[in-house]
């Protein structure tokens, strides 16, 4: 086994599935399952969930919202997706739990990096909502920040495309993916992976990141055993 503990990245919008909004019940079993089978490798795993499908705080402020208004209903909506994800696993017999960045029991523990590690260690799967809980700063950058936090052995960014390429491959055909590159290439080829402020927090702190396809069942698994799937980023 590669990595013994990670961070799971996930977007909101891939909560969605087929549609732009809500949550598919369909998605949800399929990422649980993957989740679980880690878990069952005896792999530690946390998961930080964006809010997109529901909220989107920059967004929102093109409508009117106030940006710090519109962030804080974006980690709300980080949190209804946390919620939903612990429900679908305690489902499949998993054991999860919600920590939010937030006071708001009983919905969720207030995150504590201590009993995140705790729960990790007796085979929990950890949820961490509500981003960093400050505003101006997206659930990319909580993930990098929890990730180094909880002392976790790479951020995995599952999406739905599978890796980094020269270009977007969904718009560009000819785009050519990457198996390997340095926090540096990215920069000075301005590709499009995290946001800045997530980006600088893993090369500054030392935290490999691996961008890969979430919605190819047995892809999370491949990862922890150590498949060359997606994309490294190291220094």
Do not use: W
């Amino acid at each position: 086994m590669q990595y013994s503990r990670i961070l799971l990245k996930l977007s909101g919008e891939s909560l969605a599935g087929e549609g732009n909004q809500g949550i598919s019940d369909t998605v949800l079993h399929e990422y649980s399952k993957q989740v679980i089978d880690v878990l069952n490798l005896g792999c530690e795993v946390a998961i930080v969930i964006g809010g997109g499908n529901i909220f989107r705080g920059l967004s929102g402020t093109e409508s009117g919202f106030d940006r710090l208004k519109g962030d804080q209903m974006g980690m709300l909506a980080t949190v209804i997706n946390s919620l939903a994800l612990e429900s679908a696993l305690v489902r499949l017999g998993a054991k999860a739990r919600v920590f939010t960045s937030i006071r708001m029991e009983p919905v969720g523990e207030l995150y504590n990096r201590d009993r995140v590690l705790e729960a990790m260690g007796n085979k929990t799967v950890c949820i961490l909502a509500g981003g960093t809980g400050n505003p101006f700063f997206t659930t990319d950058t909580a993930a990098a920040l929890r990730a180094v936090e909880i002392g976790a052995d790479v951020l995995l960014k599952g999406t739905r495309v599978d890796g980094v390429y020269t270009a977007d491959p969904e718009k560009d055909p000819s785009a050519t993916k990457f198996d390997k590159i340095s926090f540096e290439d990215v920069i000075s080829k301005r590709l499009k992976v995290m946001d800045s402020t997530a980006f600088t927090m893993c090369r500054d702190n030392n935290m490999p990141l691996v961008v890969f396809d979430m919605n190819k069942p047995g892809n999370l698994s491949k990862l922890i055993e150590g498949d060359a799937i997606g994309t490294l980023v190291s220094n």
